[in-house]
């Protein structure tokens, strides 16, 4: 009998995270095996947060989007399972139960999704279509990555692969105030355009 353990590895992706940062990390300590954090230019205690978590936190500052930054952080690992998550999400314990109980047998044709519930202004909201906010989390590291998207990229779901539901809520703390929630919808939608100016220039 094999006792072979499957493991689990968090990738991560940020920059100037330190009022986050922790409170993620300790959500996901002791339980996963492996934490890639590759930063794309802090200039805040990011750094320094990160290192008293792992031992793997690498400089990336040549930014080309979200998805080639995550799909870069991919490539620093090497653990069965791939979680990402964002500085900003903490795993709830109800998901981490889920989490380990899907990857035990160590599936090899399946990606996981899960619900993000979303804390803003205050509150959890649960409502207006924010939530069950479905998102693909969990996957095998050598099956597939994220796509090349600049913003709002997704996982790669190859042909002959089921989708299945974990138990349990990603918790968002996503923005305090309104001012910060103009500010980060200016940037997504920055690169929105600019990555529909360069899939119309393919185009022609």
Not at 39 to 48: R, V
Not at 102 to 117: D, I
Not at 157 to 175: A, R
Request: aromatic content about 10%; hydrophobic content about 35%; glycine content about 4%.
């Amino acid at each position: 009998m094999s006792t072979n353990k499957t493991t689990i590895g968090v990738l991560m992706i940020v920059k100037n995270e330190q009022k986050h940062l922790a409170a993620c990390l300790d959500s996901v300590k002791g339980w996963v095996d492996e934490i890639v954090i590759v930063d794309s230019g802090s200039d805040d205690n990011t750094e320094q947060i990160a290192r008293q978590y792992t031992d793997k936190f690498i400089a990336q500052h040549d930014w080309q989007g979200f998805g080639k930054q995550r799909q870069f952080a991919q490539q620093q690992m090497s653990s069965d399972w791939i979680l990402p998550l964002d500085a900003d999400e903490r795993v709830s314990d109800e998901l981490k139960n889920s989490i380990l109980a899907a990857v035990q047998n160590n599936p090899s044709n399946t990606c996981y999704s899960l619900n993000r519930l979303t804390y803003a202004l205050g509150k959890f909201i649960r409502h207006s279509g924010w939530y069950p906010d479905k998102i693909i989390r969990l996957y095998p590291r050598q099956a597939t990555q994220y796509n090349d998207a600049l913003v709002h990229e997704s996982v790669i779901v190859p042909k002959n692969f089921e989708v299945q539901h974990l138990q349990g809520d990603l918790l968002h703390y996503t923005f305090d105030s309104l001012t910060q929630y103009r500010n980060k919808t200016a940037l997504y939608m920055k690169s929105w355009t600019d990555q529909k100016g360069k899939e119309k220039k393919v185009l022609h």
